[in-house]
């Protein structure tokens, strides 16, 4: 008993510790330091409890730079930093000990392998030996958090217990940035009315936002057995208000996308509920556009999209051709990963004089991994996105109507936005989105295998 109320306390005072820390160091890398100790000490006393603080941490991590070019996502990279150290230290006393290799592995590990494999062989063309290999390594360790996420929820109970850990940080974070948003209702559309919310811009808050609301939704829609709906009800609500705060063209055709997938998949478990359930989210969304200066705003934003004299598409447009010249210069292997950075300027003359407060990015990660890792980091890239949702689509056609079933189209919906959103973006570089898309990757086939061992069970049980 002492050690399970242990480790429920232990996060409290390494987060008290770590405050105290900070407060008292802020101008020297103690801080830094000392979080490393602690969350070593932590991940080791427990590496589940580490993912589900991980999770609760994420909407809320910030920005911490040090001397020497070094910036670090706290308190997020320092942990999935030692859980990926742990996981490996483990794996390999594992296998020096021989042990019985586990029955559920991991569906993607061999694509997952060449994408970081062709990471590091990036830095043959490199600009910045340094830069590229420090960035590889962290590239590294986020998709990593895929097979420790996969090796972490094994059962129901860890499922559950995933869920809970993610699902009330994020609503608090969704809530605090729509308020903030109120406030700064006459900057809604602009960035910069997000300076005081936990998210830096309106892309990584649409997306991130959209990734809860379309679970909600699948659950809310394809799951007949008995749970709280009144408490995914609310969950709903509370992300759908948030996506409607949400600016973002990206966001918006990626959210359409996935909710057309989500569509094409209710021939088994609909209702008439369900039915009128989307009717009413339909005129709910559009009683919000006929509110006073919403349409004629929403309007503008989406011709905007085609405007070529608008400052954002310029800029848009200068970073993809960017991009083509990156790639014709070095084909096979790119220019190194996180090279785009290094290399592209913005043209004063053609997108204004605000420059991007952090690193640039080419706004298309599918062009940016053309650009900084060539064909072949492309060619896998594409990989492991098929992989995935030829996993997913398999395993819908032997999923019956029910828990899983929800949960394995509401995470396909998750990813899907994030890969379409991709296409005018590059967002997988930041926690808040490396994170989540990362951890899907690795739930899914979990959530699959969970399903198949609970069917074989059952089916073992009436046998017999």
Not at 33 to 57: K, P, Q
Not at 171 to 197: E, G, K, P
Not at 420 to 445: E, K, Q, R, S
Request: net charge positive; proline share 4%.
């Amino acid at each position: 008993m002492s050690l399970k109320y242990g480790k429920r306390i232990f996060p409290f005072v390494v987060c008290l510790v770590f405050g105290c820390i900070i407060g008292g160091y802020s101008d020297t890398p103690l801080p830094l330091f000392s979080l490393l100790v602690a969350t070593s000490a932590f991940v080791f006393f427990g590496m589940e409890l580490a993912v589900y603080l991980l999770l609760i941490a994420l909407p809320f991590s910030f920005r911490y730079i040090l001397p020497g070019r070094f910036e670090i996502q706290t308190p997020t990279e320092p942990l999935l930093g030692m859980l990926v150290v742990v996981y490996c230290g483990k794996k390999i006393l594992d296998r020096a000990l021989r042990k019985d290799k586990p029955e559920n592995t991991f569906p993607f590990f061999t694509p997952l392998c060449f994408y970081v494999l062709v990471t590091f062989l990036s830095v043959i063309n490199t600009p910045d030996l340094f830069g590229t290999l420090k960035g590889a390594l962290r590239a590294t360790v986020y998709m990593l958090f895929s097979v420790i996420v996969h090796a972490v929820v094994q059962n129901r109970t860890a499922l559950k217990r995933f869920f809970i850990a993610s699902f009330p940080s994020a609503a608090v974070a969704v809530i605090w940035t729509v308020i903030v948003l109120i406030y700064h209702i006459d900057a809604w559309q602009w960035t910069s009315a997000y300076r005081s919310a936990p998210f830096t811009n309106y892309s990584v808050y649409g997306a991130f936002t959209a990734i809860f609301f379309l679970v909600c939704l699948s659950r809310l829609l394809f799951d007949n057995s008995g749970y709280d709906r009144v408490l995914w009800t609310a969950w709903f609500l509370c992300f759908g208000v948030g996506l409607l705060m949400c600016f973002s063209r990206g966001v918006w055709l990626s959210v359409i996308v996935a909710i057309g997938f989500m569509l094409l998949q209710l021939g088994k478990g609909v209702t008439h509920k369900k039915i009128l359930f989307i009717g009413a989210a339909s005129f709910i969304l559009l009683v919000c556009l006929n509110l006073p200066g919403i349409y004629n705003i929403l309007v503008e934003r989406v011709t905007s999209a085609v405007d070529l004299s608008y400052a954002s598409n310029r800029a848009r447009l200068l970073r993809w051709g960017q991009a083509f010249v990156m790639f014709s210069e070095s084909p096979i292997l790119g220019k190194g990963y996180g090279a785009f950075a290094m290399l592209y300027e913005e043209d004063v003359a053609l997108v204004g004089s605000y420059t991007a407060q952090y690193q640039l990015g080419a706004h298309s990660e599918y062009l940016q991994v053309m650009a900084e890792l060539g064909i072949v980091g492309l060619g896998v890239w594409i990989w492991l996105n098929f992989a995935f949702l030829h996993y997913g689509f398999r395993a819908l056609k032997t999923l019956g109507d029910g828990f899983y079933r929800a949960v394995v189209i509401g995470l396909m919906a998750a990813e899907i936005s994030l890969m379409v959103h991709f296409i005018v973006n590059n967002l997988l570089n930041g926690d808040a989105i490396g994170i989540p898309f990362w951890g899907i990757y690795g739930l899914l086939p979990a959530v699959v295998q969970m399903a198949n061992r609970e069917k074989t069970s059952s089916e073992t049980e009436d046998n017999v």
